[in-house]
């Protein structure tokens, strides 16, 4: 018996949207009882890909984040279902029942992550299901996972600990790990906030190359050197952090910028002086 999980590597999204179209092709006007229900002309996304833009102008960043069901270990759209209509199989797969679920809207409303979709033409609830369908039949993956050109998407048994997959799904991160839910679906790379800016030297009007730039934190100390731009960047910081930005250059006066992640941190040019008694 396999155990799957999917990894979802955001870095790796470049947000073209083929696993989307995939799921469509392989859903929209098919059956394929009695694990799902053709997927309806309109309105559904059972896989979306949220955008999350990040920073403002003129440092911003652009992610996109694939979200199909996180086919939890512990479902909250389980719950309110009767009648065995959402049921979690054996290899981890939750999957909400065609024939039983008829007319329980409620199911739709349970899932705090909203990946379940109503059909009203049906009057069913739907929602992806790691295409159960395909792997009953032999297929080591699902449709979106196997269109996806930039390898974004991955897929595999947790049990079998030689797999690459297996090594990595132990690095990778719940999407809302406040929730709780033991999900299978998991991310590498979720965007965090950053901290960046851009260093010149004000007398010689140049961009300050190879500039030290450290962040220091309660929890964390980071150097970089700025480009050949005089940008620099600390990504994947916390939310809601204090930290301290210190600039230094060799013959000028440092300068040091108290900031805090409630949102991302663009310092904007940062004009180094000469140091006192320093002289060109
Ligand atoms: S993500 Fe939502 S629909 Fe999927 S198993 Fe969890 S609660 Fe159910
Ligand atoms: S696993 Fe299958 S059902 Fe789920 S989003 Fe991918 S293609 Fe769609």
Known sequence: MK??????????????????????????????????????????????????????????????IPKPCMHCDDP????????????????????I????????????????????????AKNIPQKCTLCAHLLDQGWIEPRCVEACPTGALSFGDLDD???????????????????????RVKYLAIPKRFVAGAVLLKDRDECAENAKVTLTGRKKKQTVKANNFGDFEFEGLGEGEAFAVKVEYPGYAPQTFEVQTKTDVYLGEILLKRAAGKKK
Not at 162 to 167: D, M, P, T
Not at 169 to 179: F, I, K, T, V
């Open 76 to 95: 909250p759209c389980a719950r309110p279902s009767v009648n065995g209509a959402v049921y979690k199989r054996p290899d981890g797969i939750v999957i």
């Open 161 to 183: 600990p030689k797999s690459e997959f297996a090594k990595l799904w132990n690095s990778g991160q719940a999407l809302a790990p406040e929730l709780e839910l033991k999900p």
């Open 3 to 64: 155990n799957y999980g999917m990894l979802i590597d955001v870095d790796k999204c470049t947000g073209c949207y083929n696993c989307f179209l995939s799921c469509r092709d392989e859903h929209y006007g098919n059956d394929f009882p009695p694990i799902s229900s053709a997927q309806p002309f309109k309105d559904h996304f059972w896989m979306q890909i949220i955008e999350r833009e990040r920073g403002k102008y003129p440092k911003v960043k652009v992610s996109f």
């Open 97 to 120: 029942d065609p024939e039983k679920s008829v007319g329980q809207k409620e199911i739709v409303s349970a899932c705090p992550h909203r990946v379940i979709f109503w059909n009203e």
